[in-house]
């Protein structure tokens, strides 16, 4: 059960972290195509940064895919490192898993004895 759900929550980060990778990569592009709208306005170049100070075609839209770009980058980092943290929790639970019995049990049976021991570990 154990390394069940390890597994599982290692497939759910590492899709995590595909999906939203993609998703970054779709919202720098719809970025780079705002700014090159913002920027054309403004005579190809902002060095100051304040094209959209002033409300222009695009600013919108910049500012949407800049915010998109920064969460979807966070959510595929979150993804990976859940990935690698199950990944890890999934190897180290298969190389420490003990193969025995949390209890054993040992009857031994004599003339005029009965011995019953149960022990375990801690």
């Known amino acids: 059960m154990v390394l069940v759900s390890e597994a599982t929550l290692f497939a759910a980060?590492?899709?995590t972290g595909i999906v939203f990778s993609i998703a970054?990569?779709?919202?720098?592009?719809?970025y780079e195509t705002a700014n090159?709208?913002?920027?054309?306005?403004?005579?190809?170049?902002d060095p100051t940064g304040i094209a959209c100070a002033i409300p222009r075609?695009?600013?919108?839209?910049l500012e949407d895919a800049r915010q998109d770009e920064k969460r979807n980058g966070t959510f595929a980092t979150v993804g990976f490192v859940?990935?690698?943290v199950s990944a890890v929790a999934f190897?180290?639970?298969?190389?420490?898993?003990k193969s025995e019995p949390p209890a054993r049990i040992?009857?031994?049976?004599?003339?005029q004895r009965t011995t019953l021991l149960l022990s375990t570990q801690f």
């Open 13 to 15: 980060g590492l899709t």
């Open 57 to 61: 075609d695009g600013c919108a839209e």
């Open 36 to 45: 090159e709208r913002v920027l054309a306005q403004v005579g190809g170049s």
């Open 82 to 84: 859940t990935a690698g």
């Open 91 to 97: 190897g180290l639970t298969l190389a420490l898993w």
């Open 24 to 30: 970054k990569g779709g919202a720098a592009d719809r």
């Open 106 to 111: 040992h009857a031994q049976v004599g003339p």
